[in-house]
């Protein structure tokens, strides 16, 4: 990833950093003393940078029922996982599951009189596959207090049936009525922040390393971090338990209380920083409540919600850009796009020389819209996992006209713009070779194009994932490229990338993985 240096033959590595990179020979008199691995022909990468991934949350999903599709892909299904776990479950305790993804169900969205037959005994959450909505049980429902005349909160809402009854379906800000929560976010966002023992938080997250390690995946941004998860991995940092570099990017609840401290981001060390504040704008594309300007759904039936009035979203990018933050914003429909970019002109306009403001998903920007981005500088951070996972349904609830400019990467690189790549794990695999493989086949798990016009270079995209996801997070000079002075984190792919075909690249980890200077994964 190194314009002045696209190959080499050999890098050697002293005391957490790059000593030489170049031929073999004046790699080996460079260090003359070193010890040597031999590659055997595989490609030798900068360690995998994500700029977008729920690393907590992500190891709280590790440790919990899995209901990821296609293993569960029915609401049967989905009952039968959930009565499995309670049977060996103490009633009374919590039983959470994540992954939920019932736009693939042929019976339609899962409701609590069918989870209430997996047990009535043990209060049930199953989160969404976005994070942005929960099915819950009768029981969960009782324990939080929660009565069929709950009304819907700001920036949320409690499903319910023909006759008015609550469904046990809830979306974004109403998850926050559910669990025991740390941190109160208010309409700041969807809130899975649940309130758990720090030393069980900490133990999975030590847990969680080996599948980011195998997968070459030396940094990660968290692009929600509360005061929970920031307790967490300033813990793991102080007993050398953090797994990869973690860059926290503080939600927007939060804004008041640190701009009073004088805080703003970047602010850390090689380890452990903050980043840039996470604002939301709308819902999400997987649960039907990104904000289009036309209605969608198999029969239009989604509209769309938004977090925030206009007028307020431009006011808390521009609070937050006046106290040094760089902004980040989720924001999926064309209409959500138009409030974001419209806040970002103005956190621009009062912000400093260089503000990098970034749009988290960047679902579906018009041609207007990524004109607009290359005057502000935004950066895109896409996730084409999703063009995978969920594709079929996209073009299903979409239509193709919009399902097919859904994540525009081509027209964003040919704009001038440094789109990249992430994970957004939990909601879709950690493993960059996987995000890589999507970018550049453009396809969904069935086999079907979804706006192949778009895809990416197999070099394009491993830059989006390096070089330019640590331009994002402000790192590009420490991580991102092998180059002589930066940190050491590179990953040895079991592959040669030059003769491997597209369609193999998914299944492609690392054979040995080093942050840090350190050996820290070899198969």
Request: charged share 25%; net charge negative; hydrophobic share 40%.
């Amino acid at each position: 990833m190194d314009d002045s240096r696209p190959h080499a033959d050999a890098v050697a590595v002293r005391d957490g950093r790059i000593l030489a990179v170049g031929r073999r020979e004046e790699v080996r008199a460079s260090a003359p003393h070193a010890g040597e691995i031999d590659a055997g022909g595989r490609s030798v990468l900068p360690g995998f940078v994500d700029p977008h991934n729920h690393l907590l949350s992500t190891a709280e999903s590790i440790a919990a029922v899995n209901v990821r599709s296609p293993g569960v892909s029915s609401v049967a299904a989905l009952v039968e996982a959930i009565a499995k776990q309670a049977a060996v479950t103490p009633a009374g305790q919590w039983i959470r599951a994540f992954g939920m993804d019932d736009a693939k169900y042929p019976e339609g969205r899962a409701t609590r009189s069918r989870l209430d037959e997996a047990t009535t005994e043990h209060p049930v959450i199953i989160y969404h596959v976005s994070g942005h909505q929960a099915a819950v049980n009768s029981a969960a429902l009782r324990l939080a207090g929660v009565a069929e005349t709950v009304a819907d909160p700001a920036g949320g809402s409690f499903l319910r049936d023909e006759a008015g009854r609550l469904t046990g379906m809830v979306t974004d800000s109403a998850m926050e009525l559910l669990l025991p929560l740390a941190v109160d976010v208010g309409c700041h966002g969807p809130n899975f922040h649940t309130d758990l023992p720090g030393e069980q938080l900490l133990g999975w997250l030590a847990d969680a390393g080996r599948h980011y390690l195998s997968a070459g995946v030396t940094t990660v941004c968290d692009p929600q971090v509360s005061r929970r998860e920031l307790m967490v991995y300033r813990a793991a940092r102080s007993v050398r338990s953090l797994p990869v570099r973690t860059v926290c990017m503080p939600l927007s609840h939060q804004l008041d209380g640190l701009t009073a401290l004088g805080l703003a981001g970047p602010f850390g060390d090689d380890w452990l920083r903050l980043g840039a504040m996470k604002f939301y704008c709308d819902g999400t594309l997987l649960g039907g409540t990104a904000l289009f300007s036309t209605p969608y759904g198999e029969r239009g039936q989604f509209t769309g919600s938004c977090y925030w009035q206009p007028e307020q979203l431009i006011a808390l990018l521009r609070r937050a850009s006046e106290a040094g933050w760089q902004v980040a914003v989720h924001t999926q429909g064309d209409l959500a796009m138009q409030y974001t970019v419209d806040a970002i002109t103005e956190a621009v306009r009062v912000g400093g020389d260089d503000p990098r403001p970034r749009i988290e998903h960047c679902g579906h920007p018009t041609r207007e819209h990524v004109r607009r981005f290359a005057d502000l500088g935004v950066i895109p951070v896409n996730q084409p996992n999703f063009l995978y996972d969920s594709g079929t349904d996209f073009l299903r609830r979409l239509g193709p006209e919009r399902a097919h400019r859904l994540q525009p990467v081509r027209e964003e690189l040919d704009a001038g713009l440094r789109p990249v790549l992430s994970s957004d794990s939990f909601v879709s695999s950690l493993r960059p070779m996987e995000t890589v493989a999507n970018a550049v086949l453009r396809r969904t798990r069935e086999g079907t194009e979804i706006g192949a016009e778009q895809a990416m270079t197999l070099d394009e995209a491993l830059r989006a994932h390096t070089l330019d996801a640590a331009h994002a997070l402000r790192m590009e000079d420490s991580i991102g490229s092998l180059v002589p002075g930066k940190l050491a984190d590179l990953v040895v792919l079991d592959a040669d990338l030059r003769r491997t075909g597209d369609h193999e690249l998914r299944g492609i980890d690392a054979w040995l993985t080093v942050l840090d200077g350190e050996i820290v994964h070899q198969a």
